[in-house]
């Protein structure tokens, strides 16, 4: 069923693609001329100190041999186009509106006064001794300071990195070490729905063995005593505090990498995804104003947090491209109550409010009321993204939040591809629940046999996309060996997803969920092999396989089998504080069967196709399993079976 887009959502629409015919033209030309098209947007959106004549330089047939590239002879400086540019025009709007764990606890800080805190911290990091080029590690809860932390070190050239606040100190230390840091950027305590984030304890538990780091910035969040190392650590207020308000930007190539983003993949650890400063920034900004179909007045709101892909491109880079006033949300949707983001649309007069479907399950599980005694009707857009939406919890999204009037952008992309890839354009495109539509003018996405082949018309398959695009992952960092293994070797000569997707006959893209060894956990993405790698550790295991299963408010949940080392006995709870302690808070294991064996061939290989069915409790549907080195083993993991 199709939902046509309300006719408020429709009128007075700021992006030019305001209807569907608009959007077949704009994506027509984009794959006409890519060159052409991207630049007339680079021009018009982005700030450039020396403005690009090149567009695309390499191709997905030449990534072998290096990073392709956007806009080669351009130069800039990101920020600029973030902030000073809008000083003359906006420098009294509200850039970022901060809510914080506490209900009412709001700063506003206006686009001049963002400005002049990221020239301060700039400067301070610039005296820290952080140079053009070098690494600087941002660990910190949702407080203005994180972006502003992210702004200066993209002023001053530097590339950052944001850990999320959950990972642990082995995480940490892992990306510290992995691109080299100089410095980390941290903060005392982080609060989360009153709890307390022991983020400097942790810093300082990953530093030990991490010889690149020689400072240690920490913003004080609250009055909670921290450790301290003299000579090491910086107060926040004392070294931007005291800082000049006054910092001329210089300007770099498009190509200068702006940031390092960890992401999990199917095997090893995650990697460092490089993203560089003109083609991401385009990137951001356009989908940033299209999809949501921005507007002067619109109070943004992104409730993601700053250490994911989601935090960087529609928090910080592409609302503030935009002059946009945005949101940072710094509780959790549950505090004091399952009513907060209502709330906070209410009192903030929200008018674009972009969520994960966890949140959104979950949320809808507490009823009605909490969002009935809340005046929403600012709201005109209402964005997802992370994960499949399940049909039920779009209606709920649709009809309960929404009340008809809002349309429903179902945003599908992946740290690698830098920003939204497939999705509705607000005034312009009629949804349906499930499916995130059609792609963005550039993005030419394709379904593809296992073998390769190009599936034409409606049909399922493996998810690639067949041209470059400005905003995509250049490579991983160190290793653009790795970048080109995992995303261009699967499929020849395309980018591919890892997601699998239906496209009906309307041209609609229905993504069917990850194909490969990746979960997906309540929008987090996580992989089977650090999963693994966490429970092996512990002594008395042996092996252990993990894979996902339907988890109706989670999306998945994480399954473990475990096989103990002969005559051990495996203590459950251990398994999970592995996880916990190597990977971090949101690492949890739901199910955990301790088996005698894994189903394997004959030459080793685990047999995870039929590891997944049974804990999707298809237990009965495993087909032949004779070619099994044990066939004995999968008869009594099936009867053992937690579903
Ligand atoms: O499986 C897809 C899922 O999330 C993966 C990317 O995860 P990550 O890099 O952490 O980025 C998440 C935020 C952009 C994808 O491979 N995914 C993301 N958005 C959607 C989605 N699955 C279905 N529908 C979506 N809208």
């Given at each position: 069923?199709?939902?046509?887009?309300?006719?408020?959502?429709?009128?007075?629409?700021?992006?030019?693609?305001?209807?569907?015919?608009?959007?077949?033209?704009?994506?027509?030309?984009?794959?006409?001329d890519?060159?052409?098209?991207?630049?007339?947007?680079?021009?018009?959106?982005?700030?450039?100190s020396?403005?690009?004549?090149?567009?695309?330089?390499?191709?997905?047939?030449?990534i072998?041999?290096?990073?392709?590239?956007?806009?080669?002879?351009?130069?800039?400086?990101?920020?600029?186009?973030?902030?000073?540019?809008?000083?003359a025009?906006?420098?009294?709007?509200?850039?970022?509106?901060?809510?914080?764990?506490?209900?009412?606890?709001?700063?506003?800080?206006?686009?001049r006064?963002?400005?002049?805190?990221?020239?301060?911290?700039?400067?301070?990091?610039?005296?820290?001794?952080l140079?053009?080029?070098?690494?600087a590690?941002?660990?910190?809860?949702?407080?203005?300071?994180?972006?502003?932390?992210?702004?200066?070190?993209?002023?001053?050239g530097?590339?950052?990195?944001?850990?999320?606040?959950?990972?642990?100190?082995?995480a940490?230390r892992?990306?510290?070490?992995?691109?080299?840091?100089?410095?980390?950027?941290?903060?005392?305590?982080?609060?989360?729905?009153?709890?307390?984030?022991?983020?400097k304890?942790?810093?300082?538990?990953?530093?030990?063995?991490?010889?690149?780091?020689?400072?240690?910035l920490?913003?004080?969040?609250?009055?909670?005593?921290?450790?301290?190392?003299?000579?090491?650590d910086?107060?926040?207020?004392?070294?931007?505090?005291?800082?000049?308000?006054e910092?001329?930007?210089?300007a770099?190539?498009?190509?200068?990498?702006?940031?390092?983003?960890?992401?999990?993949?199917?095997t090893?650890?995650p990697?460092?995804?490089?993203?560089?400063s003109?083609?991401?920034?385009?990137?951001?900004?356009?989908?940033?104003?299209?999809?949501?179909?921005?507007?002067?007045?619109?109070?943004?709101?992104?409730?993601?947090d700053?250490?994911?892909?989601?935090?960087?491109?529609?928090?910080?880079?592409?609302?503030?491209a935009?002059?946009?006033?945005?949101?940072?949300?710094?509780?959790?949707?549950?505090?004091?109550?399952?009513?907060?983001?209502?709330?906070m649309?209410?009192?903030?007069?929200?008018?674009?409010?972009?969520?994960?479907?966890?949140?959104?399950?979950?949320?809808?599980?507490?009823?009605d009321?909490?969002?009935?005694k809340r005046?929403?009707?600012?709201?005109?857009?209402l964005?997802?993204?992370?994960?499949?939406?399940?049909?039920?919890?779009?209606?709920?999204?649709?009809?309960?939040?929404?009340?008809?009037?809002?349309?429903?952008?179902?945003?599908?992309?992946?740290?690698?591809t830098?920003?939204?890839?497939?999705?509705?354009?607000?005034?312009?495109?009629?949804?349906?629940?499930?499916?995130?539509?059609?792609?963005m003018?550039?993005?030419?996405p394709?379904?593809?046999?296992?073998?390769?082949?190009?599936?034409r018309?409606?049909?399922?398959?493996?998810?690639?996309?067949?041209?470059?695009?400005?905003g995509?992952?250049?490579?991983?960092?160190?290793?653009?060996?790795r970048?080109?293994?995992t995303?261009?070797?699967?499929?020849?000569?395309?980018?591919?997803?890892?997601?699998?997707?239906?496209?009906?006959?309307?041209?609609?893209?229905?993504?069917?969920?990850?194909?490969?060894?990746?979960?997906?956990?309540?929008?987090?993405r996580?992989?089977?092999?650090?999963?693994?790698?966490?429970?092996?550790?512990?002594?008395?295991?042996?092996?252990?396989?993990?894979?996902?299963?339907?988890?109706?408010?989670?999306?998945?949940?994480?399954?473990?089998?475990?096989?103990?080392?002969?005559?051990?006995?495996?203590?459950?709870?251990?398994?999970?504080?592995?996880?916990?302690?190597?990977?971090?808070?949101?690492?949890?294991?739901?199910?955990?069967?301790?088996?005698?064996?894994?189903?394997?061939?004959?030459?080793?290989?685990?047999?995870?196709?039929?590891?997944?069915?049974?804990?999707?409790?298809?237990?009965?549907?495993?087909?032949?399993?004779?070619?099994?080195?044990?066939?004995?083993?999968?008869?009594?993991?099936?009867?053992?079976?937690?579903?």
């Amino acid at each position: 069923m199709k939902y046509e887009v309300p006719a408020r959502v429709r009128e007075s629409a700021a992006t030019p693609i305001r209807d569907l015919d608009r959007y077949r033209e704009a994506a027509a030309q984009a794959v006409h001329d890519p060159d052409g098209f991207w630049l007339d947007v680079t021009r018009a959106r982005v700030a450039w100190s020396k403005e690009p004549t090149e567009g695309l330089v390499g191709g997905f047939d030449t990534i072998k041999r290096g990073p392709l590239s956007w806009f080669g002879d351009g130069e800039l400086n990101v920020t600029v186009s973030c902030l000073d540019r809008h000083l003359a025009s906006r420098g009294d709007k509200v850039a970022i509106l901060w809510e914080g764990d506490e209900p009412g606890d709001v700063r506003k800080i206006t686009y001049r006064e963002l400005h002049a805190e990221v020239c301060k911290a700039a400067n301070a990091l610039t005296e820290l001794g952080l140079k053009r080029g070098e690494r600087a590690i941002i660990y910190m809860g949702m407080v203005p300071e994180a972006a502003i932390a992210m702004l200066a070190c993209a002023r001053i050239g530097a590339v950052h990195s944001v850990v999320f606040g959950g990972f642990s100190a082995e995480a940490l230390r892992d990306r510290i070490r992995d691109c080299g840091a100089e410095i980390v950027i941290t903060q005392d305590v982080g609060l989360r729905g009153s709890k307390h984030i022991p983020l400097k304890r942790t810093t300082d538990e990953a530093l030990e063995g991490s010889p690149s780091v020689k400072k240690v910035l920490v913003y004080k969040r609250s009055d909670v005593e921290v450790p301290w190392n003299e000579g090491r650590d910086v107060w926040w207020h004392d070294a931007v505090g005291g800082a000049s308000a006054e910092h001329e930007p210089h300007a770099f190539e498009a190509e200068h990498p702006l940031f390092v983003l960890y992401t999990s993949g199917s095997t090893g650890r995650p990697k460092g995804v490089v993203h560089t400063s003109g083609g991401y920034l385009t990137y951001t900004s356009y989908t940033h104003a299209t999809v949501f179909d921005l507007r002067e007045d619109d109070v943004y709101a992104c409730v993601a947090d700053v250490g994911w892909i989601t935090g960087h491109s529609y928090i910080v880079y592409g609302p503030l491209a935009n002059g946009a006033t945005t949101l940072m949300f710094e509780s959790i949707p549950t505090y004091p109550d399952a009513g907060r983001y209502w709330d906070m649309v209410e009192r903030h007069k929200i008018t674009i409010f972009y969520t994960a479907p966890t949140a959104i399950r979950a949320l809808a599980a507490q009823g009605d009321a909490h969002v009935d005694k809340r005046d929403l009707s600012s709201l005109r857009v209402l964005g997802t993204v992370g994960e499949p939406i399940n049909p039920e919890a779009w209606e709920w999204y649709y009809d309960v939040v929404g009340k008809g009037r809002c349309n429903i952008v179902d945003t599908w992309w992946q740290t690698e591809t830098g920003g939204i890839a497939i999705s509705p354009i607000a005034p312009a495109t009629p949804t349906a629940p499930g499916s995130a539509t059609l792609p963005m003018p550039g993005i030419q996405p394709s379904l593809r046999t296992p073998e390769g082949a190009v599936i034409r018309g409606p049909g399922q398959g493996l998810l690639c996309i067949d041209h470059p695009w400005p905003g995509q992952a250049r490579t991983v960092w160190g290793d653009h060996d790795r970048f080109v293994a995992t995303y261009f070797s699967t499929i020849e000569g395309a980018y591919f997803t890892g997601d699998g997707c239906r496209r009906d006959a309307d041209g609609y893209h229905w993504i069917t969920g990850r194909v490969d060894d990746v979960l997906n956990v309540s929008g987090h993405r996580m992989g089977t092999a650090e999963f693994e790698a966490a429970i092996v550790s512990v002594d008395s295991v042996a092996e252990a396989a993990v894979v996902g299963y339907p988890h109706d408010l989670k999306g998945q949940g994480v399954y473990a089998y475990v096989v103990a080392q002969e005559g051990e006995t495996v203590d459950l709870t251990e398994l999970n504080q592995a996880c916990r302690s190597q990977i971090g808070a949101h690492a949890k294991l739901d199910k955990i069967q301790v088996v005698p064996g894994l189903p394997k061939t004959r030459s080793g290989k685990v047999m995870r196709r039929i590891l997944r069915k049974i804990a999707e409790g298809r237990g009965d549907e495993l087909g032949d399993t004779s070619t099994l080195a044990d066939p004995g083993v999968v008869d009594v993991i099936r009867e053992g079976a937690l579903v």
